[in-house]
């Protein structure tokens, strides 16, 4: 499988997005949700909850750049920079819907999710839209 030049435009700013987030979470968890207006204290415990999808997040980033420069890694890669992007808005509106409305920092956070969210459904929505059967007596 191939990728034209949006498709790689999309999986290169979602993968650095999402590598990038996740590695500040992962190095310095209090400096990055301060940027939220989100004190931390020292609970180990939870810096440990924060760090852990940190983590995640930033190898789900990793792997849509190798998406990038791998082919047997894209339709992988694909899936993923969908999935997350359209996860994350979808759950901060969840949380909008049962907690009220946040800061306007994390609103930001929202819409730039929701931006590279509809970059990803447009650059390959179309890869996923079904196709018609065809019958046995066209085949």
Avoid: W
Wanted: hydrophobic letters at 55%; glycine letters at 10%; a positive charge.
């Amino acid at each position: 499988m191939s990728l034209n030049r949006f498709e790689k435009f999309a999986l290169g700013a979602s993968g650095i997005t999402a590598f990038g987030i996740g590695a500040a979470i992962v190095a310095m968890p209090r400096v990055f949700y301060a940027t939220y207006g989100i004190e931390l204290d020292d609970n180990v415990n939870l810096l440990s909850e924060l760090r852990a999808p940190g983590a995640g997040l930033a190898a789900f980033g990793a792997l849509m750049l190798a998406g990038i420069v791998r082919p047997a890694m894209r339709q992988t890669a694909i899936v993923v920079a969908l999935t997350v992007f359209l996860a994350f808005p979808a759950g901060r509106l969840a949380g909008i819907a049962f907690d009220g409305v946040p800061s306007p920092s994390i609103l930001g956070a929202l819409g730039f999710e929701l931006v590279v969210a509809v970059i990803c459904v447009l650059a390959f929505g179309h890869r996923f839209r079904a196709r018609p059967l065809r019958s046995h007596a066209t085949q």
